[in-house]
């Protein structure tokens, strides 16, 4: 099969970037890849924290660790200064590689499998900073409950297995093993309720009977995907929750730094055209609004659910 050169243009749809924006003291805001921080003014959460964003060919064929200046940048840019809960939605690097770090920077529990663990524990984390979640308990952090059910990475994976050992960057981007894959469902004092989905994957049957108001989708490599995959990872995250309003993230080519404009992953990676065109399709048969997510600003999806 030959593959189709360049990138999808996310220009095209620039009238998807428009999420409510947050005017209390409740926001999203979208770092990135699979990174969410949820802040509610007294406490906060964050998915993966990925900043370091290392180029394409450092990542291929280097070693790779985290870069310690550009989690402090965007820390700052994103006004974080203390987290009650880090949590790497599954430990490839470009979710897991920084989690540690920005853990230690903002006193957060780094909370995950095993392989996450094993992250803090190469960072030199205390034991009293990681947190190995048991799937499907609920877990407080200040006023989110946070309950991690186990899911899967959407295929292909490259750096399938665990991480068993302390990692200790700098390391080859494989070291970054997939370790636990999670849905994240959230539930907040306020009444919102959200699925994070970091991977395009799934277990099929394993968020029946879960409910989520809002869901935040990662899509890389759903485009690559079959017709019939696209639709039941669909069924399996936004129908089995009810969510009504569906965020797509893990949309952005990640080997480009946060302080350039977001672009869309290669046609080599990802199709995010043909995910669009299958969501769509979706979304308005089942009166779902659907969206794309600004980085850095500060949203909230429950606002003017349809």
Not at 42 to 62: E, I, K, N, Q, Y
Not at 129 to 139: C, D, H, K, N, Y
Not at 169 to 175: F, I, L, R, T
Request: glycine share 10%.
């Amino acid at each position: 099969m030959r593959l189709k050169p360049g990138r999808p243009d996310i220009a095209a749809y620039a009238d998807r970037f428009d999420v409510p924006l947050a005017e209390g003291t409740f926001g999203v805001t979208f770092l990135g890849v699979a990174s969410l921080l949820l802040d509610d003014g007294t406490s906060a959460v964050m998915t993966d924290g990925f900043f370091s964003r290392p180029p394409l060919l450092r990542s291929a064929f280097g070693r790779i660790a985290p870069d310690e200046a550009r989690i402090d940048a965007c820390l700052a840019r994103a006004g974080v200064e203390q987290l009650a809960a880090v949590l790497p939605v599954h430990t490839h690097y470009d979710h897991g590689m920084d989690s540690a770090v920005v853990a230690a920077r903002t006193g957060a529990v780094l909370v995950g499998g095993e392989s996450a663990a094993n992250i803090g524990r190469g960072h030199g984390l205390s034991e009293d900073l990681i947190r190995v979640a048991t799937p499907g308990e609920p877990m407080t952090y200040g006023a989110f409950t946070l309950t991690l059910v186990e899911s899967h990475h959407c295929p292909p994976d490259r750096s399938p297995g665990v991480i068993t050992e302390p990692l200790v960057p700098p390391v080859k981007m494989g070291a970054y093993k997939c370790g636990e894959a999670w849905s994240i469902l959230v539930e907040h004092t306020s009444g919102r309720t959200a699925l994070l989905q970091g991977s395009a994957g799934y277990v099929a049957g394993s968020l029946a009977g879960r409910k989520a108001d809002v869901a935040y989708l990662g899509v890389g490599q759903l485009g690559i995907q079959s017709e019939p995959y696209i639709r039941t990872y669909w069924a399996e995250t936004v129908e089995a929750v009810g969510a009504r309003r569906v965020v797509l993230t893990h949309w952005d080519d990640f080997f480009r730094p946060l302080d350039q404009p977001l672009r869309a992953l290669p046609f080599a990676g990802d199709d995010l055209d043909v995910t669009m065109r299958v969501f769509d399709e979706l979304a308005t048969a089942q009166g779902v609004a659907l969206h794309f997510p600004k980085v850095w600003q500060r949203e909230d999806p429950w606002r003017d659910l349809p």
